[in-house]
């Protein structure tokens, strides 16, 4: 997830050992957040599961997000189970989620598509203000 996001938002982005601070400082100055849906891993659970423990976050992570950002910062959720459950909730409490449709979780191949949708909802996102 790291290195994809890095490279999404900072096509100068290259991976080296011990150079993880720098671009997370980096991504932190220029207002990034990444902020995990939960607060427990759920990468080992079923689906049904998983879903659970996402709707038990939702109004926790809603109020955390009110906390660091406001309802015009541009928001992402990467992952189809993600954007299925906090893309309503996030848009009726007046946050700015800025695509229609999930983006995939960078891993499995997946990396490529991930780091292209992403760079489009900002492109698209920076165009439309």
Request: glycine share 4%.
């Amino acid at each position: 997830m790291y290195r994809s996001v890095m490279k999404a938002v900072f096509p100068d982005f290259e991976y080296r050992p011990g150079e993880k601070d720098k671009w997370l400082r980096r991504f932190k100055e220029h207002g990034y957040y990444m902020i995990d849906a939960t607060d427990s891993p759920v990468n080992r659970l079923s689906s049904g599961k998983r879903r659970s423990v996402l709707n038990a976050a939702l109004n926790a992570k809603l109020s955390e997000i009110a906390t660091l950002v406001s309802h015009n910062t541009p928001i992402i959720l990467v992952k189809k189970n993600v954007f299925l459950a906090f893309n309503g909730p996030l848009r009726h409490a007046g946050f700015n989620v800025i695509h229609k449709s999930f983006l995939p979780f960078p891993s499995h191949g997946h990396q490529a598509r991930f780091i292209d949708a992403c760079r489009r909802c900002l492109r698209n996102h920076r165009r439309a203000k």
